[in-house]
């Protein structure tokens, strides 16, 4: 499926540079997407001009692992194949997804790094058991599997979340997105499960260093209406995510014409 070390043997991943977000890119969507903080701030399909702010890139330590486009990871979806990064991967390393590539190239692009490069990057906080997806809403971009433990596979990531969660983060100015899902190793191996031991223990130290903590309140494959309601708050390890964390706003979904 992938090249060495997980990246595209057709296409090879270039050197991360300080990059700007576009003035405008649209993608068509039916559906207005809001931060909320808590009057809600309107994160439509327009990415902000930054050409005076520019993004900063990962650390010179960092390189890239991963990097597959997003039809192709539809496309394993079809056929229930999973994204395996133990082969590229190296054990007690921090990773993150390209925001920028995610959103510009529709490539799945993963960073990996020894130092943590606090400030850079966006955390997710989201439920592991995701609400089930609703036909027609923020669906149509399709999914990608992770591979995991059986007991531990919190279904489909939704490529639509995660895009939207990318644009938020570069709202923010922020180049880097963590997602656990994606970001620490999920399978059984022994390998896998040194990486899951050592990623908890830096837990504390991923959130308190990024420079927003995004909430999925639904989880990973659809967003929630502003007035759903979800396990996201009952769950003391969702919590404890945001306590520590400089700002936190939630993705949720306005239905176009619904009470504000």
Same mark, same amino acid.
């Given at each position: ?22 003035? $405008? ?6 559906? $207005? ?55 590229? $991967? ?31 990057? $966006? ?138």
């Amino acid at each position: 499926m992938n090249g060495k070390d997980g990246v595209e043997a057709e296409a090879q991943a270039p050197p991360l540079q300080v990059d700007s977000v576009p003035a $405008a890119q649209t993608v068509g969507s039916s559906h $207005a997407l809001a931060l909320y903080e808590p009057e809600g701030d309107l994160l439509d399909d327009i990415l902000p001009d930054h050409t005076d702010t520019e993004i900063s890139p990962i650390n010179s330590l960092g390189t890239v692992i991963y990097r597959r486009s997003l039809s192709k990871l539809r496309d394993d979806a079809s056929a229930q194949e999973s994204i395996e990064l133990l082969t590229c $991967a190296t054990p007690e390393r921090y990773r993150f997804i390209d925001c920028a590539s995610f959103v510009h190239s529709d490539m799945l692009q993963l960073w990996e790094t020894s130092v943590l490069p606090e400030g850079q990057y $966006a955390a997710i906080s989201h439920v592991w058991k995701s609400l089930e997806p609703i036909e027609g809403q923020l669906t149509s971009r399709g999914i990608f599997l992770v591979a995991c433990e059986n007991q531990n596979d919190g279904g489909p990531i939704s490529i639509d979340v995660v895009r939207y969660a990318c644009l938020a983060a570069l709202h923010a100015n922020a180049r880097l997105l963590w997602l656990d899902r994606l970001c620490i190793l999920q399978t059984k191996s022994p390998e896998a499960k040194r990486d899951k031991r050592w990623q908890i223990m830096q837990m504390y130290n991923v959130y308190k260093g990024c420079s927003i903590t995004i909430v999925l309140p639904a989880g990973l494959q659809r967003f929630p209406t502003k007035s759903e309601e979800t396990e996201w708050m009952e769950r003391a390890w969702t919590f404890q995510e945001v306590m520590v964390v400089p700002v936190v706003k939630v993705l949720y979904m306005e239905i176009m014409g619904s009470p504000p």
